[in-house]
């Protein structure tokens, strides 16, 4: 999942969010379409050179290539890792006004089982942390730390390698100084919860967002305090961790590989790599536009981002 130079296509989005993407793209919000979307992606041209997992959700892990493989299968096939996003979406913290608390721990054992057996050799979880002047608050920051733990232990139980991806959103006009402070404050949570319920550091991938500015701020940092200040934050995290992978969280997808390319001349005991879902997939969308002569244009544009962000973390090696 983090083999050097490549990173992870997050391709997960619910049915719910992938419906509106397709819509906003001119595409009726049909299952195969849907379907047909996710084929486009994952037969992209030489992707295992960039691309070393695949997240997908429920009902495309449940879905066929057009030659009727299952997608799990069609994607080992290549040599890309499948992975499920076993959460069920992040819903309004009862007791905890303007917070979210990321569900889906009912029942998980036996998802992770039966996904297990559809093929998936990694699972993700998000949980969702918005900024204002008073948020988050310290309950609702336990809470989903604690919902992150659980989930990885069921996943090592299972078997199954868990991505744990606290995301501390891009939304407000907060400071990059502020984005480090609560990112800080929510890594410490986690890693506490996580050992709580004995999860092992070597056995996780950590998806976090870059320390960065709120969308809504009046600087744009550059790429080089974005990759001072993530890197400074994620010094706390054990060196056994298996590796990191950051979520775009809605920055362009020049800013996201421009970031993340800076990181790598920063020393860290564990790889720094990409997870990226809307800095990767938007321009594929656009290219692509539903209709089925423009597949070819649709994968250039993806490979074209996959490129760019594998070259990004293979300049560690030469640096
Ligand atoms: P973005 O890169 O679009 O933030 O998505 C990554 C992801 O998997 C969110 O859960």
Redesign the pocket.
């Known amino acids: 999942m983090v083999a050097p130079g490549k990173g992870i296509l997050?391709a997960?989005e619910s049915i719910g969010t992938m419906s509106s993407r397709l819509e906003k793209a001119g595409v009726e919000p049909t299952a195969e379409n849907r379907r047909a979307y996710r084929e486009l992606l994952t037969s992209t041209p030489n992707l295992a050179e960039g691309v070393s997992g695949i997240?997908f959700c429920d009902e495309t892990l449940h879905q066929q290539f057009a030659d009727g493989r299952p997608f799990a299968e069609a994607v080992r096939a290549l040599g890309i890792l499948p992975g499920i996003?076993v959460d069920t979406g992040a819903k309004a913290c009862p007791g905890l006004l303007g917070e979210k608390i990321t569900e889906g721990l009912d029942g998980l054992p036996d998802r992770l089982v039966h996904y297990a057996e559809l093929g998936a050799a990694f699972a993700?979880w998000?949980a969702v942390i918005a900024i204002t002047d008073t948020l988050p608050s310290e309950a609702g920051i336990r809470a989903n730390a604690h919902a992150l733990a659980r989930y990885a232990a069921a996943c090592q139980e299972a078997g199954i390698v868990p991505i744990v991806?606290p995301?501390v959103l891009m939304d407000g006009g907060h400071s990059l100084s502020r984005c480090a402070e609560v990112t800080a404050t929510v890594h410490a949570a986690v890693f506490a919860e996580l050992a709580a319920f004995s999860v092992d550091p070597a056995g996780i991938v950590l998806?976090p967002n870059m320390v960065i500015e709120g969308a809504g701020h009046s600087e744009q940092s550059s790429a080089e305090q974005v990759a001072e200040a993530t890197v400074e934050v994620l010094r706390a995290l054990p060196d056994e961790l298996a590796g990191v992978a950051f979520?775009?969280?809605?920055q362009s997808p020049q800013r996201a590989t421009a970031n993340l390319a800076s990181m790598q001349g920063l020393r860290t005991p564990w790889p720094l790599t990409f997870?990226?879902?809307?800095?990767l997939v938007d321009p594929a969308l656009a290219a692509w536009a539903g209709d089925p002569g423009r597949v070819a244009e649709g994968q250039a544009a993806l490979a074209e981002r996959v490129a760019a962000n594998a070259a990004a973390v293979r300049r560690r090696a030469e640096l």
């Open positions: 997050a997960d997240i996003k993700k998000r991806e995301e998806k979520l775009s969280g809605g997870s990226f879902g809307r800095a």
